[in-house]
């Protein structure tokens, strides 16, 4: 069962980098998201997705980009990084919302570190 | 705008129980969940309410009020392994979770 994977776990990059987190879900889930987890702060979404080719802004979309050409797939871009996007980000799916048979699988997580 | 709020840290003994609350203010209201989180892991689900009432699962039970914008997480015969944060989440009127900042639960011996 390996769910919702992410790579890589960490990474350290200097601000003006681009990189792209990847994730992965193998339970054929049509909703997809990215959060950004700060200290004192809730979960924060970047993007999102409904299904394959389509994708929607959250609420701190700025600096990020997504794309989501298969249904297993939604990586994350970080165009310039910045050091305010030292963060954890996390992926998840779900195959809906609004059903208690449809929470949120959370992959394990990138800690990233924008020097 | 939308606001959750929970208390930031909590401290219960084990064997004990402790109840962890949230209240929230959104636009619209489609369900509240609650997730645990280990520190350095990913949440993980515990329970969903959308009706008004008591939902209980084992040890945890959760409990909701809609016109009171109210929810609370009960945990019973408290483990050192419930140390964790927990978090609040309500889904919108447009279908997004709106997160809280999460209740850090501390278990002494």
């Known amino acids: 069962n390996a769910g919702v994977t992410q790579t890589p776990k960490f990474q350290v990059l200097k601000t003006g980098q681009s990189m792209t987190l990847q994730c992965a879900q193998d339970m054929n889930h049509e909703y997809m998201s990215w959060y950004r987890q700060d200290p004192g702060m809730g979960l924060r979404l970047i993007h999102y997705s409904v299904g394959a080719g389509i994708t929607d802004q959250g609420e701190v979309p700025n600096g990020y980009n997504v794309s989501r050409s298969t249904t297993e797939d939604f990586p994350l871009r970080l165009l310039s990084a910045a050091p305010s996007q030292t963060s954890v980000y996390f992926c998840a799916s779900s195959s809906g919302l609004g059903d208690s048979n449809q929470p949120q699988h959370f992959g394990d997580g990138t800690r990233l570190s924008i020097l | 705008g939308q606001n959750i709020d929970q208390p930031t840290e909590m401290t219960a003994t084990e064997g004990a129980i402790v109840q962890i609350n949230c209240t929230y203010q959104t636009s619209g209201f489609n369900g509240l969940f609650w997730y645990q989180q280990h520190a350095g892991e990913a949440p993980t689900f515990l329970s969903y309410?959308?009706l008004d009432g008591l939902e209980e699962k084992g040890r945890f039970s959760s409990f909701l009020s809609r016109s009171k914008g109210y929810s609370y997480l009960l945990l019973k015969e408290l483990q050192m392994k419930d140390s964790a944060s927990y978090l609040c989440a309500v889904l919108d009127s447009n279908y997004q979770l709106i997160w809280g900042a999460g209740t850090k639960l501390i278990i002494k011996p």
């Open positions: 309410n959308v």
